[in-house]
């Protein structure tokens, strides 16, 4: 069965940087999207962005435009999360999840396989 495996959260101060990695253990039809969802404590989860295995675009919650971008590395199986200019309101635990084709990437209803998350704090 395939699997997510989130890793790279942590601590860090508010304007620090972090990247998180999501390793699939096995390839995914190119077809397929890759999306980071977080979760605030008490809150909903929610989309942060979202890519495919081919081609160039991308999609953003307007919350981390400007400072998080996703990437991907087909060769490894993995795709990343670089997190800049970090706000205590980014605090959650963040989770990966693979999307079939024609899903709405915007919304978790749309993906269909879900790592177990990684926790990323922001201190102020």
């Known amino acids: 069965q395939v699997q997510l495996v989130e890793s790279g959260g942590g601590l860090v101060q508010a304007g620090g940087s972090l990247r998180l990695s999501c390793t699939v253990s096995?390839?995914?039809?190119?077809?397929?999207?890759m999306g980071w969802f977080r979760q605030a404590p008490g809150k909903e989860r929610e989309f942060v962005a979202a890519?495919?295995?081919?081609?160039?675009?991308?999609y953003y919650a307007d919350s981390v435009k400007g400072r998080f971008t996703i990437s991907r590395d087909n060769d490894k199986n993995t795709v990343y999360l670089q997190m800049t200019t970090l706000k205590p309101e980014d605090t959650a635990v963040y989770y990966c999840?693979?999307?079939?084709?024609?899903?709405?990437?915007?919304?978790?209803?749309?993906?269909?396989?879900w790592g177990h998350g990684t926790q990323v704090t922001v201190s102020s």
């Open positions: 890519i495919w295995w081919t081609g160039t675009r991308t």
């Open positions: 096995e390839r995914i039809a190119s077809s397929y999207a």
């Open positions: 999840a693979t999307a079939p084709p024609g899903r709405d990437l915007y919304r978790e209803s749309g993906y269909t396989l």
